[in-house]
């Protein structure tokens, strides 16, 4: 009876979580595609936060099989770095596309700020029900240090790894966007401390 309490209790609690509202104001970047391969356009988005500084959201919707509605699959607050606004930094606009497989690319960036430059992209598929992050490319460089810099693909499904030129393999792992952290990828280029 307990288990049962909890698993009602636990499904409102997530129900209301995906029940957040977005201000259409705050929609910075939109793709279309066929995110779950079923013939139907589906929709992401970026989000910029309610606070200015903290990071932006990325929501998928998926289109439901029985109504021609769109309906939140996942949604992931604070995950890209960025601008969140038209006045905000220069060289720091995130982007969202479809690519032709039917994955989300996110992009985000900071070409404008300091000496440590930087280019990101996240992809996201749509595997067993859920979206999850099935690679991180990064490269970076030092505007004054012309030697430091580096590029890193990491097949993050299958743990292969090309870092400035050389593979490598680590774990596989299926992480969710919710639960993914940046520092999974920077780790799995050698670049996490």
């Avoid at 909890?6 to 957040?20: K, N, P």
């Avoid at 279309?32 to 589906?42: Q, V």
């Avoid at 995130?94 to 990101?120: K, Y």
């Avoid at 097949?155 to 050389?166: F, P």
């Amino acid at each position: 009876m307990i288990r049962i309490v909890l698993t009602a209790v636990l499904s409102i609690a997530a129900g209301s979580a995906f029940a957040e509202q977005i201000d259409p104001a705050k929609i910075i970047g939109g793709a279309t595609g066929d995110w779950n391969h079923d013939g139907e356009a589906d929709l992401a988005l970026l989000v910029a936060p309610p606070a200015q500084g903290d990071d932006i959201g990325i929501y998928i919707y998926l289109r439901d099989k029985d109504h021609a509605l769109l309906t939140l699959a996942a949604h992931a607050p604070g995950k890209v770095r960025g601008n969140g606004s038209l006045d905000g930094m220069f060289g720091q606009d995130p982007s969202i596309e479809a690519l032709p497989s039917g994955s989300i690319a996110v992009h985000s960036q900071n070409s404008g700020i300091g000496r440590d430059r930087w280019e990101q992209t996240l992809t996201l598929a749509y595997r067993n029900e859920q979206f999850v992050v099935a690679g991180y490319t990064f490269s970076h460089y030092d505007t004054l240090d012309t030697s430091d810099n580096g590029a890193c693909d990491y097949n993050v499904l299958t743990g292969k790894v090309t870092s400035n030129g050389r593979a490598s393999k680590v774990d596989a792992k299926t992480i969710s966007i919710a639960e993914w952290d940046d520092d999974v990828g920077q780790k799995a280029c050698g670049r996490a401390d």
